[in-house]
C-alpha cells in the first residue's frame, strides 16, 4: 500500500482529466493502471531474487556519468511529489478551516506532518503500512461518497473504460492524457517497492520459497493498485459527469444560489469551467452541499498525507543505491521537504491559488516523460535469466510497453513544442528532446544486450553459439 498511494497531484489529474474530456481518457487509467501493476511485479520479483532493490542494481551495472543522471531524475520526480503533497495539504487545510488559515499557513504546517511520519517510523515498517491502509481506506470512503453523490452513468463509465478513443482531443485533453500516466505510475514508487519487500523473510536458496514469495507479492499488489484504480475511477467520473462542458456562468449562478462564498473564483462569462482540486472543491460544494466540501478536503488531505512517507522512504533507498550514501531518515526528510517547500510557499505568498495549484500538471507531465527511463533499465534487469520468474512472454510484454509509453510522451512533446509560438523556445525545447532521446537511446542500447543482442556490446560482433553461451552462464547465476 506504501507504493500504490494516490497523490493530490493525481487527484487534480482525475478530475482535470473528468472536466477537460469527460468519460473519454479513464481507458488511459486502466492502461496506466495495468503498466504499473507490470512494473511493480518486476520490482517485487527484483528485490526478491537478487536481495537488492533496484538503485543498487542500477549501481553495479552503469557507468558513473548515466548512474548520476539517473539519481538527478529519480530525485526530480520525488521532490515534485513532494512538492504535490505540499500544495494538497495546504489547500486541504485551508478548505476544511473555511480560509481562515491561508494557504502560506498551510505550508507551513506541512513541516509537522514530516515529523509525525518519523515518530511512527520508530515503530516499525509494519505499523507504518497499517496506518497508510488507514489513509487509502479514508480516500476510498471520501470519494466515493462523491461517486455515489453524483450517481455518474455507469454505461459511460464502463464504455470509457473499455473502448480506447478520445474523439475531438485537442492539446489540452493530450496534455491530460499523458499527466495520467506519469500520476498512475510514479516513477520513484518502483524503486521504492523492490526496496521494500526485503522486510520479508524470504530463503532465496529456496527456489519454492521464492516463487512462493512472488506471487503473493503479486497479489498484494494487484489488491493495492486495485483500490488505487477505483480511487482514480471515482474522481474522474464525478466530474466528468457533474462538469464536464459546464460553463463559467453556470456555475456561478448556482454558486449563487447556494450562497457560496467562493463564487468570485470564477469568471461570470460562456468560457468552458477550468477546474483544480480547489476549486474542484468548491463547485462540489456549490452543486452538492457543504458536506461534498468537506468530505473532498479531507480526501485531498488523506492523498496529501499518504505521499509523505513513501517520497521519504523512497529517496534514502534510491540515494543510499545509486551513491552508496547513508542519510538518516530525518536529514533525508529535512533536505527534500525544504527543497519542496521553498517554491511552493514563494507562490502562495505572492500569487494565488490558481498559480499554486497550475504547478501539479508540469509536475505530473515531468513523471511521465521519465517512466521511459524506469522502463528500460527495469526491463534489462528483469530478463537476466537467474530470475527463473521472467520467460519471453515477460520480455516481449515489457518491450512493447517501452515502445508505447515512449512513442506517447513523443507524440506529447511534438504537441507542446509547436504550441509554445516562440523561436528561442522552440530551440531550448529542442536542445532538450535530442538530450532526452540520446539517453534514451543509451539505455535502450544497454537493454537490447540484455535480451540477449551481445553484439551489440562494445561493437562486436558474436557468434551465436557465444551467445547461446552467454545465456547458459547467466542462466547458472555465474555473469
Not at 493525481?10 to 501493476?37: M, P, R, Y
Not at 524470504?202 to 519454492?208: L, S
Not at 508540469?362 to 527495469?378: A, D, G, I, K, Y
Not at 539505455?443 to 540484455?450: P, Y
Request: hydrophobic share 50%; with cysteine.
Amino acid at each position: 500500500f506504501l507504493m500504490s498511494i494516490v497523490d493530490p497531484g493525481n487527484i487534480e489529474c482525475d478530475l482535470q482529466s473528468g472536466a477537460l474530456a469527460g468519460f473519454k481518457l479513464l481507458w488511459v487509467v486502466l492502461f496506466s493502471t495495468t503498466v504499473g501493476l507490470l512494473l511493480q511485479s518486476l520490482a517485487a520479483r527484483l528485490g526478491v531474487v537478487t536481495g537488492l532493490h533496484l538503485a543498487e542494481v542500477c549501481h553495479r551495472q552503469y557507468p558513473k556519468v548515466p548512474r548520476i543522471l539517473l539519481w538527478l531524475m529519480v530525485e526530480l520526480a520525488i521532490i515534485g511529489v513532494d512538492m504535490q503533497e505540499v500544495i494538497g495539504s495546504a489547500i486541504a487545510i485551508n478548505l476544511l478551516s473555511g480560509g481562515r488559515i491561508p494557504l502560506w499557513g498551510g505550508v507551513l504546517i506541512t513541516i509537522a506532518d514530516t515529523l509525525i511520519f518519523l515518530f511512527l517510523d520508530k515503530y516499525g515498517l509494519r505499523k507504518l503500512e497499517a496506518f497508510f491502509g488507514f489513509l487509502i481506506t479514508i480516500m476510498a470512503l471520501t470519494f466515493g461518497y462523491e461517486y455515489v453523490t453524483v450517481k455518474p452513468s455507469q454505461a459511460q463509465v464502463l464504455q470509457g473504460m473499455f473502448l480506447p478513443s478520445c474523439s475531438g482531443c485537442r492539446t489540452p485533453q493530450i496534455i491530460q492524457a499523458v499527466a495520467i500516466v506519469g500520476a498512475v505510475i510514479t516513477p520513484h514508487n518502483i524503486y521504492l517497492h523492490s526496496a521494500l519487500v526485503k522486510s520479508r523473510q524470504v530463503d532465496r536458496a529456496n527456489k519454492q520459497e521464492v516463487r512462493e514469495a512472488n506471487k503473493y507479492f503479486f497479489i498484494d499488489s494487484c489488491i493495492a493498485l486495485f483500490v488505487s484504480f477505483i480511487i482514480n475511477i471515482f474522481v474522474i467520473s464525478v466530474f466528468a459527469e457533474a462538469f464536464f462542458e459546464k460553463t463559467n456562468q453556470q456555475v456561478v449562478a448556482v454558486c449563487k444560489n447556494s450562497s457560496s462564498a467562493h463564487t468570485h473564483l470564477f469568471p461570470d462569462d460562456n468560457s468552458t469551467l477550468t477546474v483544480d482540486i480547489y476549486k474542484g472543491g468548491v463547485v462540489l460544494g456549490c452543486y452538492f452541499g457543504p458536506a461534498a466540501l468537506y468530505i473532498w478536503a479531507v480526501g485531498i488531505l488523506a492523498a496529501g498525507q499518504s505521499s509523505t512517507m513513501t517520497g521519504t522512504y523512497s529517496g534514502q533507498f534510491v540515494m543510499e543505491g545509486f551513491l552508496n550514501l547513508k542519510w538518516s531518515r530525518f536529514a533525508r526528510v529535512s533536505l527534500t521537504r525544504s527543497i519542496a517547500i521553498i517554491p511552493a510557499l514563494l507562490i502562495a505568498v505572492f500569487q494565488d491559488v490558481e498559480h499554486l495549484t497550475g504547478m501539479n500538471d508540469f509536475l505530473n507531465v515531468l513523471q511521465s516523460l521519465q517512466c521511459p527511463f524506469l522502463f528500460m533499465n527495469r526491463l534489462d534487469y528483469s530478463t537476466n535469466n537467474c530470475v527463473d520468474s521472467f520467460d519471453r512472454g515477460w520480455r516481449i510484454l515489457g518491450g512493447i510497453v517501452v515502445l508505447v509509453v515512449c512513442s506517447i510522451n513523443m507524440f506529447f512533446v511534438v504537441v507542446y513544442v509547436q504550441g509554445l509560438g516562440h523561436v528561442a523556445l522552440y530551440v531550448v525545447a529542442a536542445v532538450v528532446s535530442v538530450a532526452y532521446l540520446s539517453f534514451l537511446f543509451y539505455l535502450g542500447w544497454q537493454c537490447f544486450i540484455a535480451l540477449g543482442m551481445s553484439f551489440l556490446d562494445c561493437g562486436h560482433t558474436v557468434s551465436i553459439s557465444k551467445v547461446l553461451l552467454t545465456k547458459e552462464t547467466t542462466s547458472g547465476c555465474t555473469k
